[in-house]
C-alpha cells in the first residue's frame, strides 16, 4: 500500500514514526508538511501544494489545522488516492460539520472518507463520530489500513497457576502506537491490574 501522511506538527510526527515501524512489509509512507498559516478564505488551494504528489492509495492526514481538509479534495485528485483518513483527535482541527463537508467533496470523486474521532476508534467497517455513534465506510484501502491500525486489538495469554499475564499480543495497535506501549507494561500484572 502506499501512503501519504499530512502532517504539520508533533502529532503527525510520532503517528508516521509508528506507522513506518510498524507497517506490513511493502508499505510505501510518504509524508507532506502542510503550510502552517492559511488565509480566512482559501480561494485557491492549488496554490498551498506542490507541484506534484507520488501516486498514493491512502491519504492520512494528521493536520492541525482546520483549512488542510481543503486541500485534500485536490491532494486526491493529484495522488490518485481512493480512500482517506483524517483524524479528529482534535475538534478545532476538523470540526464536525467541515469533517461532513469534506466527506461530501470526496465522496463526488469516488474516494472514500472515513473521520475517525477519536483515531484509535477506526475500525475495518466502522468508527466513531460521538461518543455513542459509529458510522460505517465501504473501502478496501482504509479497511486494510484499518486491519493493522486503528481500534486496538490486544490477546492476552494468562498463566492460569499465578492469575498473571504471561504474553500480549498486538493484533492491531493505536495509529500513534499506544497499544504496543500498553501490551509491554501488561506482561507480569495479575489480571485484575491488568484490567486497570
Not at 5 to 21: C, F, P
Not at 37 to 43: G, H, K, S, T
Not at 135 to 160: H, M, N, W
Amino acid at each position: 500500500m502506499r501512503i501519504l501522511a499530512i502532517i504539520s506538527g508533533e502529532y503527525g510526527i510520532r503517528h508516521v514514526d509508528n506507522l513506518r515501524k510498524h507497517a506490513p512489509e511493502g508499505w510505501i509512507i510518504e509524508t507532506w508538511k502542510a503550510p502552517a498559516a492559511f488565509p480566512l478564505i482559501m480561494d485557491y488551494p492549488e496554490d498551498f501544494l506542490p507541484k506534484s504528489f507520488a501516486p498514493c492509495d491512502l491519504i492520512l492526514s494528521f493536520a492541525e489545522n482546520r483549512s488542510v481538509a481543503e486541500l485534500i479534495p485536490e491532494i486526491a485528485t493529484m495522488t490518485g488516492a481512493t480512500g482517506v483518513v483524517v483524524a479528529v483527535d482534535s475538534e478545532a482541527w476538523l470540526p464536525r460539520g467541515l469533517a461532513r463537508q469534506l466527506t461530501g467533496w470526496l465522496a463526488r470523486q469516488n474516494v472514500a472518507c472515513a473521520t475517525p474521532k477519536p483515531l484509535c476508534s477506526l475500525t475495518e467497517r466502522d468508527y466513531k463520530v460521538t461518543r455513542r455513534e459509529r458510522e460505517t465506510y465501504d473501502s478496501p484501502v482504509i479497511a486494510e489500513f484499518a486491519k493493522y491500525f486503528g481500534q486496538p486489538d490486544i490477546r492476552l495469554s494468562v498463566d492460569e497457576v499465578t492469575g498473571t499475564v504471561s504474553g500480549a499480543e498486538v493484533q492491531r495497535d493505536a495509529v500513534c502506537g499506544c497499544a504496543r506501549h500498553v501490551a509491554e507494561k501488561l506482561i507480569g500484572l495479575s489480571v485484575d491490574e491488568a484490567e486497570e
